[in-house]
């Protein structure tokens, strides 16, 4: 009897993982008859090999197959019954993507033969398709995992009350950079160039975060209209990075973990915008090509009534089963693989409450959260949460647990409401101090609330200050696409315009938008291109525009660099001056030990606001008094750091207010003032002067002496 090329493997480690001597392949699925290796020629156009995993173990289909090492091109046939009606799904005429699979090659080609039943027939979904999918789908690739980091440390930590984040994408930061050579533009060894970096640190952010990288297709219907899926949230492979931003596609995990390893260089971090919520596999009338085709029951949420459609809480067709162990185990495996070989410093969980669904709703004590809270690599990263999803119950700002933080679209809405006045003081109070009112449970921090005013979707922050209205026409959908409600003001004229006094309220505008981020409590969260007055020309809803509408552009004019120097200036106040970023929650309560209150609101009496201001809806100009001889920690002992003064004026005219009284050698230095974008000294006010504050602006004062 001749002996099998195959030998029995192990099922220690999910996916291929290559020993040096030939790779062991692992797949997952309980309701599988039989699963099939397939090995391809190195361009995964022809099929050269096909092998059955031998053994089963614990619910683990495993193998080795020797001489198979790095650069071996395969996918995955799974054999079991085809009963769509009861959940399963099982064709395997359709080649599949390994879930564990560490890198992806070629794309998908849309055809019938992706999909696992036949289009236009009769029986729909039902049906079953006999044809192969190989010549369309994407193939994966053994990977080499050896990489040298010359002795670098795993994360580079940042604290979190020194973080800063800048959202960016890998292709629309580099697309346009002129120092950049054209062949590595638009991707990871771009965005790793020296003077990307360069101009990164200037900025004074310490955390980049990416918008997805992991492996994901581009939908049919954009593809039909010439667009494609830019921001990246249709996700097909959750180990690998997406070779479509490598500038040497058979080096995609060099080329990722190279840049990976200059930003730590740098001292800067990484983190990797994730979507472990839902696959690009869609509803039941979309493709097979992974996860549906080998586990279809376990990996998504079907209706417990009828198994043959998908619970959709994510709007995207179908759910991942974060309730199932395997699925956890992946999701687990994921984001430790992320960390411990790519050296990855945090995640932002796109519709984060899905993650912590079970199948009563949404627990904040979830499967998943419960694990990721205990590991003991994910517990030292950060963990930032989208808190909401489209399913009943979906909107959970504040209550993610302790070690989590979260994007706060309450800061974000107060914020643009305060600033075309149509919010008051009442309103504004609560989110520029973290919005203890939500996050302050639990000994949460205040770095528990992600602060931002604008983010890849929506507006960006010059459109939002120049359009009333969405113009989404580029995206092929008359404009229908996009949320409606912008809470934007175009400051009197619906797009470009030339009149001075509109553009000169413009930019005062966005630099009221800058310093309340960057001043506020919490932790802010900056987007690409917005310290440049990028414009997306009033598209909010760009995620299909690989195109120069998403792209930034690095040929600006002197408006837009005196913008970015302005947010160095903020930025620089900020990592400057602690009491602008304190890691304990500002509440106002009289500390009697230190005979000190740590905030104090005034009105523009120079007088402390009172019980009836808090509720007048007219109240659209006040000042928050920071002491900074208030405690640091729980010991009882009074802080060296500087008072700070942020008087913040949402009324449309001029505000005459009182500087408010301290000791008789006392100034208060002017740090900021948004209406006067090149202040360069630091002028000196008396306590108790009276200040015209110009309407729509905001000020800082330090106080010394």
């Not at 687990?332 to 050296?343: A, C, F, G, I």
């Not at 998943?368 to 990263?381: E, G, S």
């Not at 149509?422 to 000994?443: I, K, Q, T, W």
């Not at 008359?478 to 409606?484: A, K, L, V």
């Amino acid at each position: 009897m001749t002996r099998s090329r195959i030998q029995e493997g192990g099922a220690q480690a999910l996916g291929a993982i290559w020993t040096g001597s030939g790779t062991n392949f692992t797949v997952f699925s309980t309701s599988a008859t039989k699963v099939e290796i397939c090995l391809f020629d190195a361009a995964g156009e022809s099929e050269l090999e096909r092998l059955a995993l031998p053994e089963y173990t614990d619910g683990y289909w495993h193998g080795f197959i020797p001489e198979v090492g790095p650069g071996s091109v395969y996918g995955l046939r799974v054999h079991g019954p085809y009963d769509p009606a009861n959940g399963y799904r099982f064709n395997p005429n359709k080649l599949l993507l390994d879930p564990y699979a560490r890198g992806h090659i070629g794309d998908l080609k849309w055809a019938p033969e992706c999909f696992g039943y036949t289009l236009g027939h009769k029986d729909e979904d039902l049906s079953f398709d006999e044809r192969d999918s190989a010549p369309f789908v994407p193939k994966c690739v053994v990977v080499d995992p050896q990489f040298d980091w010359h002795g670098a440390p795993r994360t580079r930590h940042v604290p979190w009350d020194q973080t800063i984040i800048y959202e960016a994408h890998v292709r629309g930061f580099t697309k346009l950079h002129p120092q950049v050579p054209e062949h590595e533009r638009g991707t990871y060894r771009g965005l790793a160039a020296p003077e990307v970096i360069s101009y990164l640190k200037s900025l004074g952010v310490t955390s980049v975060e990416l918008l997805p990288i992991h492996t994901f297709v581009n939908e049919s219907h954009l593809l039909e209209r010439g667009l494609s899926n830019y921001w990246g949230y249709n996700s097909i492979g959750f180990f690998a990075p997406d070779p479509r931003y490598a500038s040497a596609k058979d080096q995609t995990l060099r080329e990722f973990k190279e840049m990976v390893a200059r930003f730590h260089e740098a001292g800067l971090e990484v983190l990797l915008d994730v979507v472990y919520n839902h696959t690009a596999e869609g509803n039941e009338r979309g493709p097979t090509l992974s996860f549906r085709g080998i586990d279809n029951r376990t990996y998504y949420r079907l209706l417990p009534d009828n198994q043959r459609y998908y619970i959709n809480d994510t709007g995207t067709g179908n759910t991942l089963n974060l309730s199932h162990p395997p699925v956890i185990q992946m999701v687990m495996d994921s984001l430790r693989y992320w960390v411990t070989e790519l050296h990855v410093d945090g995640f932002r969980f796109d519709l984060g409450t899905v993650l912590a669904r079970e199948l009563y709703g949404f627990d904040n004590q979830s499967g998943f959260l419960k694990a990721v809270n205990q590991d003991p690599v994910l517990r030292t990263v950060k963990l930032i949460a989208e808190p909401w999803d489209c399913g009943p119950g979906g909107y959970q700002v504040g209550s993610f647990p302790p070690g989590w933080s979260e994007w706060n679209d309450r800061f974000r809405d107060v914020v643009r409401d305060f600033w075309k006045g149509s919010a008051h003081a009442g309103e504004l109070a609560p989110r520029l101090c973290a919005s203890g009112d939500m996050f302050n449970v639990y000994g949460r921090r205040p770095s528990a609330s992600i602060n931002f005013v604008t983010a890849h979707d929506g507006f960006t922050l010059h459109d939002l200050v120049s359009y009333n209205s969405k113009h989404n026409e580029a995206n092929g959908d008359e404009n229908r696409d996009g949320p409606d409600d912008n809470r934007s003001w175009n400051c009197g004229a619906e797009g470009p315009t030339d009149d001075p006094g509109i553009n000169a309220l413009r930019e005062r505008q966005i630099r009221n938008f800058l310093a309340t981020l960057l001043l506020s409590q919490g932790t802010p969260m900056m987007v690409a291109g917005d310290e440049a007055l990028r414009t997306q020309q009033g598209n909010n809803n760009a995620y299909c525009q690989d195109t120069p509408i998403s792209w930034v552009r690095w040929d600006v004019d002197e408006r837009a660099r005196a913008m970015t120097e302005f947010v160095r200036k903020l930025t620089a106040l900020r990592h400057r001056h602690a009491i602008l970023r304190r890691n304990r929650f500002l509440t106002g309560e009289f500390d009697e030990e230190l005979e000190v209150r740590d905030l104090t609101w005034i009105n523009a009496t120079g007088k402390p606001m009172q019980e009836e201001e808090w509720k007048d809806e007219r109240m659209q100009c006040f000042g928050m008094l920071i002491d900074g001889r208030a405690r640091l920690t729980g010991l009882p002992q009074r802080g060296l750091e500087s008072t700070m003064l942020i008087i913040l004026n949402g009324y449309h005219d001029l505000v005459e207010f009182t500087l408010p009284e301290d000791g008789p050698s006392a100034k208060w230095h002017r740090l900021i003032d948004t209406n006067i974008p090149d202040l360069n000294d630091e002028s000196t006010f008396k306590p108790g002067e009276v200040y015209g504050v110009t309407g729509r602006s905001l000020l800082l004062f330090e106080l010394k002496g």
